[in-house]
């Protein structure tokens, strides 16, 4: 059995869940128990696990890498993207710095090192956690959004991309028996990587995104080309849920926490357009069915990757590393650069973006 300067290990999932967490977990487990002889705790329900007296976690061992745990969607540990430790929502309507209690948690359970699955809201969070309290700490990106930095791709993204052309799929024929123009209104956040990889895959006529503005004129001239051109009277229309209204702002909802997520850009767009051309317009919203189900075979080739090599950083002590993907193969990179950067937008001049004008798409005026 190789050496591994790490005997104890805690594993966890934050901020929004996707398809492929478990298959990262199975990875994690499976290489840290059978490798290196490591004892792996699962904690529960990200940072609150650690927060909360007693602690909340399980330990995992060679049951945790079944073949069912690898086809799982959601994360069997539990997850969430509210509650950030340094300012903790308290009943009275204030928050509180409980960092310490987070540190103080990983102490109890005397934890070597921290292996934290996350997006690039909650790996900065905690890289901040782990740094106050001296915790080595490995990063696995994951995120539908695919926003993390430095990594081509992050857990989940194929997963949700999946999903978003499936439902392609299914509208197209509806769509072109009703002579209607479906608009699908996608997840991302304020990054397009959703729309614009399921809108070339799903053989969209309009992808917007939040990075390339738009006008409701050339998104109306581009359905009516279609009809003269190609005689068709319907369409799909792709818009991400971050893209901006014409008057700048974001179409958002107020949650009954009081906290604001994207949503309605799809219906605006449809009243929009309605007053500008006579086709008739249907609207669907994929939420958050984009971010369940079993995760794709990419997804979980990806997981296993990562959860093998964080495993591996961490036997060796190297510790302050996010692992990720590039050129098909799995690398490392230093989580305070990830940090540093924020959400990675997708660039207007992707060559997908490309991809999709030379399709004839309609992608923005950028
Ligand atoms: O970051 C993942 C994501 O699904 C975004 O695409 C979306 O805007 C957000 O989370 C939704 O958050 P919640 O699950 O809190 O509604």
Same mark, same amino acid.
């Given at each position: 059995?190789?050496?591994?300067?790490? !005997?104890?290990?805690?594993?966890?999932?934050?901020?929004?869940?996707?398809?492929?967490?478990?298959?990262?977990?199975?990875?994690?487990?499976?290489?840290?128990?059978?490798?290196?002889?490591?004892?792996?705790?699962?904690?529960?329900?990200?940072?609150?696990?650690?927060?909360?007296?007693?602690?909340?976690?399980?330990?995992?061992?060679?049951?945790?890498?079944?073949?069912?745990?690898?086809?799982?969607?959601?994360?069997?540990?539990?997850?969430?993207?509210?509650?950030?430790?340094?300012?903790?929502?308290?009943?009275?309507?204030?928050?509180?710095?409980?960092?310490?209690?987070?540190?103080?948690?990983?102490?109890?359970?005397?934890?070597?090192?921290?292996?934290?699955?996350?997006?690039?809201?909650?790996?900065?969070?905690?890289?901040?956690?782990?740094?106050?309290?001296?915790?080595?700490?490995?990063?696995?990106?994951?995120?539908?959004?695919?926003?993390?930095?430095?990594?081509?791709?992050?857990?989940?993204?194929?997963?949700?991309?999946?999903?978003?052309?499936?439902?392609?799929?299914?509208?197209?024929?509806?769509?072109?028996?009703?002579?209607?123009?479906?608009?699908?209104?996608?997840?991302?956040?304020?990054?397009?990587?959703?729309?614009?990889?399921?809108?070339?895959?799903?053989?969209?006529?309009?992808?917007?995104?939040?990075?390339?503005?738009?006008?409701?004129?050339?998104?109306?001239?581009?359905?009516?080309?279609?009809? *003269?051109?190609?005689?068709?009277?319907?369409?799909?229309?792709?818009?991400?849920?971050?893209?901006?209204?014409?008057?700048?702002?974001?179409?958002?909802? !107020?949650?009954?926490?009081?906290?604001?997520?994207?949503?309605?850009?799809?219906?605006?767009?449809? *009243?929009?357009?309605?007053?500008?051309?006579?086709?008739?317009?249907?609207?669907?919203?994929?939420?958050?069915?984009?971010?369940?189900?079993?995760?794709?075979?990419?997804?979980?080739?990806?997981?296993?990757?990562?959860?093998?090599?964080?495993?591996?950083?961490?036997?060796?002590?190297?510790?302050?590393?996010?692992?990720?993907?590039?050129?098909?193969?799995?690398?490392?990179?230093?989580?305070?650069?990830?940090?540093?950067?924020?959400?990675?937008?997708?660039?207007?001049?992707?060559?997908?973006?490309?991809?999709?004008?030379?399709?004839?798409?309609?992608?923005?005026?950028?």
């Amino acid at each position: 059995m190789p050496k591994s300067v790490v !005997k104890r290990i805690g594993v966890m999932t934050s901020g929004g869940d996707c398809a492929g967490l478990n298959a990262v977990i199975r990875a994690v487990v499976a290489r840290a128990v059978r490798a290196y002889g490591m004892e792996v705790f699962g904690i529960t329900d990200g940072s609150l696990g650690l927060m909360c007296r007693p602690l909340q976690y399980q330990k995992l061992d060679l049951n945790a890498c079944s073949g069912t745990v690898l086809r799982m969607g959601g994360t069997m540990l539990g997850t969430t993207n509210k509650g950030d430790p340094f300012a903790y929502p308290m009943p009275d309507g204030t928050s509180k710095d409980r960092s310490q209690d987070f540190i103080d948690g990983v102490k109890e359970l005397n934890l070597d090192a921290l292996l934290v699955i996350g997006g690039d809201g909650s790996l900065g969070i905690l890289r901040r956690l782990c740094r106050q309290g001296d915790i080595p700490m490995i990063a696995i990106p994951k995120t539908i959004d695919n926003d993390v930095p430095f990594t081509e791709s992050a857990v989940g993204f194929n997963s949700a991309v999946r999903v978003c052309v499936d439902a392609l799929d299914h509208l197209q024929p509806t769509a072109a028996s009703h002579h209607r123009v479906m608009i699908c209104e996608m997840m991302g956040r304020d990054a397009g990587h959703i729309a614009l990889h399921s809108g070339i895959a799903g053989g969209a006529d309009v992808i917007l995104i939040p990075e390339i503005p738009y006008t409701l004129d050339a998104v109306a001239a581009k359905l009516k080309q279609v009809h *003269e051109e190609e005689g068709r009277r319907h369409a799909l229309v792709v818009v991400a849920e971050g893209v901006a209204m014409e008057d700048g702002n974001s179409a958002t909802m !107020k949650m009954a926490d009081g906290q604001r997520r994207y949503g309605g850009i799809g219906h605006y767009l449809s *009243e929009a357009l309605s007053s500008l051309m006579e086709a008739e317009t249907r609207v669907t919203v994929l939420g958050h069915v984009q971010r369940g189900g079993t995760p794709s075979a990419s997804d979980r080739v990806l997981a296993s990757a990562f959860g093998v090599h964080a495993v591996d950083l961490a036997a060796r002590g190297r510790f302050g590393r996010m692992v990720a993907w590039r050129d098909r193969g799995v690398m490392d990179v230093n989580i305070d650069d990830i940090v540093a950067v924020g959400a990675r937008q997708l660039d207007p001049r992707d060559p997908l973006v490309h991809t999709a004008r030379g399709l004839g798409t309609y992608v923005g005026e950028l």
